[in-house]
């Protein structure tokens, strides 16, 4: 599923228009995923009055003489006859041709979790957060900034994606949408030197969602650019887009990008872009967009050709349908090989954290563990380019986030004793 806010605890209600999550039985992203982001006739040879019957005219068997569990009458007194045993035949066949693919492949993954990190393969000071709505709608206060500045202190985090939108279907984006935003910024720039604020912008996507935004439309592509303008005006740091679900190889996507990029790096801003999971096997979206409609996955090539026109790419390594542990951090392992072999090393490059718990079709909490995520980012690193700077990881998502969450990250990633 391709990974949307999840529903953010509210005080007294939240009035504004989340993107819906994307249908968790077709994942792709949520995420996703969202990180989070679904699933003849016989030979009649045999049977009764057939040329192939038994003439009842022979004698009968001995006494005590064996049947076979075919020739048996059943209840009812008709028999079953070969159709019936290619049938179960077929049947098992399609089952191991199922099963035997998915087990080579969920093998191979937990081998790939398998071995030790390099050396050094921590922080290098360019992670992020995904920040819910509350810090911008009204609902934080300064004593919630102080907690913020206590929980990210001593961490690598550089970037806070803070959710100020969505866009409207037509691309516009309310300034209702963001009241406090000056006040996040200025308490942040304030509280926590050095650390960007960025607004995370997103809405869902047609084809899949005929009545959602449009991006073959160059006036819905315009009215993002304007958009973009306006909260940049506000004062924040960058602007971070999640639009889903993205298919693989859309062209209107990276006319959009470039145009944004162009408005951003007038600015000396970052644009940065939320992206889908890399294809585990080579046009592995066509084949699951073939099979339920939403490819979920990009190409490999296409990834590289959204990193190229960013200044940072975050992937939504999670909501993977991964069953055990083992599983999903040899598949993040696989997936920052993946992007790591087409990100250019002047971008950006951050893997996704599951910093929340669910138990649906393609996330299971018990699988999809920052531990084992944070392991898997880290053996994909040392076995790809190990000394890569431009290197993180982004938490999704502060409000859905436990202690235990917080110390794996820190423990694991930020190398802290």
Do not use: C
Request: net charge negative.
């Amino acid at each position: 599923m391709e990974r949307r806010e999840p529903q953010e605890p509210t005080a007294g209600g939240d009035g504004d228009r989340l993107p819906e999550p994307a249908d968790a039985s077709a994942p792709e992203d949520t995420d996703g995923g969202a990180p989070p982001q679904e699933r003849s006739g016989g030979d009649s040879s045999g049977a009764p009055g057939s040329p192939g019957a038994p003439d009842s005219s022979e004698a009968p068997e001995a006494p005590g003489a064996l049947e076979s569990p075919e020739a048996s009458d059943p209840p009812g007194g008709k028999r079953r006859g070969p159709w019936a045993r290619r049938l179960r035949r077929t049947a098992l066949a399609l089952v191991l041709v199922l099963l035997v693919p998915l087990l080579a492949a969920e093998t191979a993954l937990r081998i790939n979790y398998t071995g030790d990190p390099a050396d050094g393969t921590y922080t290098r000071g360019r992670d992020a957060v995904w920040l819910g709505h509350a810090w911008v709608d009204g609902r934080k206060k300064d004593a919630d900034i102080d907690a913020l500045a206590r929980r990210l202190k001593g961490t690598g985090i550089r970037d806070l994606y803070v959710h100020s939108g969505p866009l409207e279907h037509d691309g516009t984006l309310p300034e209702s949408a963001y009241p406090r935003a000056r006040w996040l910024i200025e308490s942040v720039h304030r509280e926590l030197p050095g650390v960007r604020v960025q607004a995370w912008l997103g809405d869902i996507l047609a084809p899949e969602h005929p009545e959602a935004l449009h991006l073959e439309r160059a006036e819905s592509r315009a009215a993002i650019l304007r958009s973009t303008r306006q909260i940049l005006d506000t004062g924040y740091d960058g602007v971070h887009f999640d639009l889903e679900p993205l298919h693989s190889g859309d062209g209107d996507y990276l006319k959009l990008l470039d145009a944004l990029h162009e408005e951003t790096s007038s600015r000396d801003v970052p644009l940065s872009v939320a992206a889908h999971q890399i294809d585990p096997l080579p046009g592995f979206h066509s084949f699951w967009g073939t099979l339920t409609g939403h490819p979920k996955w990009w190409s490999q090539e296409f990834f590289g050709q959204v990193a190229r026109r960013v200044d940072q790419i975050a992937v939504m390594s999670y909501d993977t349908m991964q069953p055990l542990e083992g599983t999903y951090g040899g598949y993040v392992a696989q997936q920052t090989a993946l992007a790591l072999e087409v990100t250019p090393p002047s971008t950006d490059l951050l893997m996704g954290l599951p910093f929340f718990k669910e138990n649906r079709f393609g996330h299971w909490a018990h699988a999809e563990t920052v531990p084992a995520a944070v392991r898997g980012v880290r053996l994909g690193l040392s076995r790809t380019d190990a000394d890569r700077p431009r290197f993180g990881v982004a938490l999704y998502v502060d409000f859905a986030a436990t202690e235990a969450d917080w110390a794996a990250y820190r423990e694991g990633w930020v190398n802290e004793p």
